[in-house]
């Protein structure tokens, strides 16, 4: 089947307004993720190659960006974001280089797998913005969330996202997706949070599957081992945010008290100190907080002698 190279622009909390790139077709990955909303793997590999040449990819968002630009629709970021691996494709740095021109910022969403790889780290050096999946740090773990390709070791991959890290000059963040029953635990999620501390992330996303996944039986955790996770992360990393499916903007203030403790709490869980602050400032009553819980869109989480609130996941 022939899917387009580019789609969009859509928005995205993190990048914008994104111009996705889909450098690779379905389904050539070197994982096949449990949770992954793409489909099965049909072709689960480490070999890269040639999927379309660059000419054929910078051609596609060339066209997609004046098309875009004469209706006058703003692009933050070209995202390489496609239904497999990214760094599968043999010319990803290559394209990338030709893609600079454009004056768009590049973004690259990676399983962060092949890092091992000095082609890889040299492709993806050339974007502005790269961000790699960590769903676990223990082997027996990774292999059952992520499945990945069989040759492939969990120290060589974790071994190739700190080489990265190290000389990387763009904007690294981690995407780590989390599983009720398969990686939630407090001491795997810890494990993580120790491991992503060694690297210069700009922050560290928790991430819920939002869209439905071939496997029936995959879901996130509840709110209550969501907000202890973010708890874990936020204790040791300067930053941390939840992807759990709304787009809400920590920062905007919309001037609905509503509507802005809902978005912020869909990205930080909000400890009851930092609500009642909140509230105070809005020159607004505890009520407020308690017709949310009634109807179900915010939830009171308990979590080490604090309680938090957290919006309702979906
Ligand atoms: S790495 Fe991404 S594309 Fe590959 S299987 Fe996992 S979720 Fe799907």
């Given amino acids: 089947m022939q899917t387009a190279i580019t789609f969009g622009p859509v928005p995205s909390r993190r990048l914008g307004r994104s111009l996705g790139i889909n450098n690779i077709p379905p389904k050539h990955c070197s994982y096949a993720c449990r949770y992954c909303q793409v ?15 660059s000419a054929e990819i910078v051609a596609a968002v060339s066209q997609h960006v004046a098309q875009s630009r004469e209706r006058g629709e703003a692009i933050d970021y070209l995202t390489f974001v496609p ?35 000095e082609a890889v780290r040299d492709a993806l050096m050339q974007a502005t913005w790269v961000s790699l999946k960590v769903d676990s740090v223990e082997a027996h773990t990774w292999r059952r969330v992520n499945r990945p390709f069989h040759e492939l070791t969990l120290p060589q991959v974790l071994g190739g996202i ?60 509840d709110e209550p081992v969501l907000t202890r996770a973010f708890a874990q992360f936020s204790a040791v990393l300067p930053k941390v945010e939840l992807l759990i499916g709304y787009e809400g903007d920590a920062f905007a203030a919309s001037g609905n008290l509503a509507a802005d403790i809902l978005s912020i709490s869909a990205v ?7 609500l009642d602050e909140l509230l105070r400032k809005n020159g607004a009553r505890w009520t407020a907080v308690e017709q949310l819980l009634d109807s ?9 002698g604090e309680r938090f609130y957290a919006r309702k996941l979906m």
């Fill in 39 to 53: 489909g099965t793997t049909t072709d689960r590999t480490i070999e890269r190659r040639e999927f379309y040449t």
């Fill in 296 to 304: 179900g869109e915010l939830r009171e989480v308990e979590h080490g």
């Fill in 162 to 221: 700190e080489t990265f890290a190290r000389h990387y000059r763009g904007t690294l963040v981690s995407e780590t997706m989390l599983l009720a029953g398969s990686n939630d635990d407090e001491a795997g999620v810890a494990q993580v949070a120790t491991f992503l501390t060694t690297l210069p992330l700009a922050c560290a996303y928790l991430a819920v599957p939002t869209r439905s996944t071939e496997d029936r039986a995959v879901h996130g955790p």
């Fill in 83 to 117: 239904d497999g691996e990214p760094t599968l494709d043999i010319h990803l740095g290559e394209t990338i280089a030709e893609l600079k021109p454009l004056g768009i910022p590049i973004a690259v969403i990676s399983n962060a797998s092949l890092l091992w790889q």
């Fill in 268 to 274: 930080h869980p909000l400890r009851r100190s930092a």
